[in-house]
């Protein structure tokens, strides 16, 4: 008899929503507002990072580092007014994989590095399937380190091999990894190094299917077995 997954853990930011650059064209004209330009390499070297690891390297590249709790504060009510004025950016493929996740009878929580005023303002927008949300509010440390995911297991009551962690980032995947879960992920930008828990798939969601997911995950706990 073939076992299905307990449930499935998305990441927030560029896996369900395409929100990354939303953040990116924030930061950008935050910088701008102070005569500092990022290049498209040091942009791609924040995704999936903590904003008060971007802010705090904000505040550096204006020279001017005690304006890092301020700028944290601006970017985070830009982004939750943007996201708030405009709706959540869904990625192609993320709503419809979700609904045939959900009717499979397998559980969806989003785990995500964000917090504050954008999770906030985000949580209100989000599907009913998506019965909690693991901000970096809820722990100590956030991605990479594993507690958010962990926490969410816990939360669920299920181990690490009931689950499937969908991810984009380089700190969101080793978050997922460091866990024990297996990982798919669908990274626009980032690099990410092989792992025998991971699956890293081109072009982000659209197309994927639960049948997919499912059968990966199955031919990585029979191998781990």
């Known amino acids: 008899m073939l076992v299905d997954p307990a449930a499935v853990l998305w990441d927030f930011d560029g896996t369900l929503v395409d929100s990354e650059p939303v953040w990116a064209q924030i930061e950008a004209e935050m910088l701008a507002g102070y005569g500092v330009v990022w290049g498209p390499e040091e942009m791609r070297s924040k995704i999936g990072q903590h904003a008060e ?9 204006i020279g001017r580092p005690e304006l ?28 419809e994989l979700l609904d045939e996740v959900t009717a499979a009878g397998i559980r969806s929580v989003v785990v995500t590095a964000s917090a504050g ?17 693991i901000t970096a509010d809820d722990v100590s440390r956030t991605k990479p380190d594993p507690e958010c995911y962990e926490l969410a297991m816990a939360r669920l009551g299920v181990t690490a091999d009931e689950v499937i962690i969908l991810e984009d980032s380089v700190p969101g995947t080793a978050a997922g990894l460091a866990s024990g879960a297996f990982v798919y992920a669908v990274p626009a930008l980032a690099i990410l190094e092989p792992h025998p828990r991971l699956h890293v798939a081109q072009g982000g969601l659209a197309g994927t299917t639960l049948a997919e997911l499912t059968g990966l995950w199955r031919q990585y706990r029979k191998v781990a077995a």
């Open 68 to 95: 890092q709790a301020e700028l944290h504060h601006e970017l985070h009510e830009r982004v939750a007014d943007r996201l708030t004025r405009d709706g959540l950016p869904w990625l192609p493929g993320a709503l």
């Open 53 to 61: 690891v971007t802010t705090a390297q904000m505040a550096e590249a």
């Open 117 to 133: 005023l954008v999770m906030d303002a985000a949580a209100r927008l989000l599907p009913e399937a998506l019965e909690f949300v």
